[in-house]
């Protein structure tokens, strides 16, 4: 089949894909899948073949990152349900005082966000802005807007979350470089994130009377200061989020530096495995924050448990991704489109971060946006022999692709704005127009790396 006729296929393919998310509303899951079948056979891949395929793109796919994702999710559900994230919360408000509570709210979505999804992290500390909110008497959103932002620039960019987590699998990076480069990535943007939503906020938007009611009516609650029986101390906390990233980060250090086959190395591969490296951050907590506060095993297993349904889906939409990026491999559409993206003159770079930001603007989901964008680019990026430190920082303009353009199409812009009791075009004029300068710059950061390495 000429490359022509392919590209018309994945072109027809990827408007398939849209329409069935956004006008039929089907679930990304069942839309992907659908729509791999599809492609598969119009560009001529046997019948007797086709379930192989799919198999395979799942198969290859969630062996990497299913137990990934699970584990952090574990992680989190633990230090949510402990008290942990209030207690870090709290903690960070008391040390940098009164005046610097926004930036205290935003480091503590810095650090909440690693472990936990954007929405769940978003759930548990929109509460604590309500109340400094209402004790403070200020706007809501000069807490909740630079919070927000952290935490979603957290999840676009880092693994454990499963657009991070799914684009390093299908491009072959290495998690711990992405990890090295992510963190320092993400904490500059995140600073310039808070500095920008404070110049935002100095005039102030209109709120729903329901969410004003809420947090400053004679109804509200008065804050609380988040403790609950024994909870968990500051250090601890974050100590359970930093093992896991320190563990990693110290696998992929001796996989560079020390001595190929030696007893050390062997040691630090093992533990530096993302899989490992949080299945030993799963027992930790379990055992501080759940044990020795004296949860039973029982209750243990059942709050483990309990978060495997909120990433059930994610996880499959991340193997549906596989099967489609397979297909694209397989069927030779992927090397069809990487002619057509050679051709285009742009650096791999920043067609990695157009193409994640237009499907992230056209479609709505992070996760989807980086799934897709990883399928379309892995043939590209095989051809261009790229070094590990290269392959992550193109996983990390991907993730600054997806923290962009989130609006009205974004389940999490209308988490954000129904929370924080913003309209419409208030929204978009605060939350949009933040994330997106925040993705620009992560972009350029990333583009300034890539000169460096």
């Known amino acids: 089949m000429s490359d022509s006729s392919l590209l018309l296929i994945a072109a027809g393919g990827v408007a398939l ?21 599809g492609v598969a056979l119009a560009a001529g891949v046997p019948a007797g073949e086709l379930v192989a395929t799919i198999e395979e793109g799942m198969g290859s796919t969630l062996g990497h990152i299913a137990t990934i994702i699970a584990l952090g ?15 870090l919360a709290y903690s960070l408000i008391e040390r940098f005082g009164d005046k610097r509570t926004p930036l205290a709210l935003t480091a503590a979505g810095f650090l909440l966000g690693i472990p936990v999804f954007f929405e769940v992290g978003l759930i548990i500390l929109m509460p604590i802005a309500y109340g400094v909110a209402r004790a403070s008497r200020k706007p809501l959103l000069v807490y909740a807007l630079p919070m927000g932002a952290a935490m979603l620039t957290v999840h676009a960019f880092l693994p454990p979350h499963p657009g991070a987590v799914a684009a390093a699998v299908a491009l072959g990076a290495d998690q711990g470089w992405i990890l090295l480069f992510g963190i320092p990535l993400t904490a500059v943007v995140i600073l310039l994130g808070y500095l920008i939503a404070r110049r935002m906020t100095r005039r102030e938007y209109p709120m729903t009377p329901e969410v004003k009611e809420l947090v400053y009516g004679e109804q509200a609650e008065a804050p609380s200061d988040g403790s609950v029986e024994n909870p968990p101390s500051f250090g601890m906390v974050v100590a359970l989020i930093v093992t896991p990233i320190l563990l990693i980060l110290l696998g992929t250090i001796g996989n560079n530096t020390l001595a190929e086959g030696s007893y050390p190395r062997a040691v630090l591969t093992v533990l530096g495995a993302p899989m490992v490296a949080l299945l030993v951050a799963v027992a930790l907590a379990a055992y501080f924050l759940g044990h020795r506060r004296g949860w039973s095993r029982g209750h243990i297993g059942e709050v483990m448990g309990s978060a495997i349904p909120g990433v059930a889906m994610v996880i499959l939409i991340a193997g549906a991704g596989g099967v489609f990026g397979k297909v694209l491999v397989k069927t030779g559409i992927g090397d069809a489109v990487a002619d057509i993206l050679d051709k285009t003159g742009l650096p791999l770079l920043a067609l990695a971060f157009a193409m994640t930001m237009l499907l992230r603007a056209v479609q709505g989901s992070t996760t989807v946006a980086l799934v897709t964008t990883a399928g379309v680019i892995t043939p590209l990026v095989a051809r261009a022999d790229l070094s590990p430190q290269q392959l992550a920082l193109v996983c990390l303009a991907m993730g600054a692709g997806g923290l962009a353009l989130s609006h009205i199409n974004d389940a999490g812009y209308w988490m954000f704005s129904k929370l924080v009791g913003l309209e419409v075009g208030a929204a978009l004029r605060t939350w949009t127009v933040l994330v997106t300068v925040m993705g620009v710059a992560g972009f350029l950061l990333t583009g300034l790396l890539w000169q460096v390495v």
């Not at 894909?17 to 079948?37: E, G, H, R, T």
């Not at 574990?74 to 402990?82: A, T, Y």
């Open 17 to 37: 894909l849209l329409l069935l998310i956004l006008k039929a509303k089907v679930q990304p899951f069942v839309a992907l899948v659908v729509v791999s079948i």
């Open 73 to 87: 999710a574990m992680v989190g559900r633990i230090i949510e349900l402990s008290g942990g994230a209030a207690s």
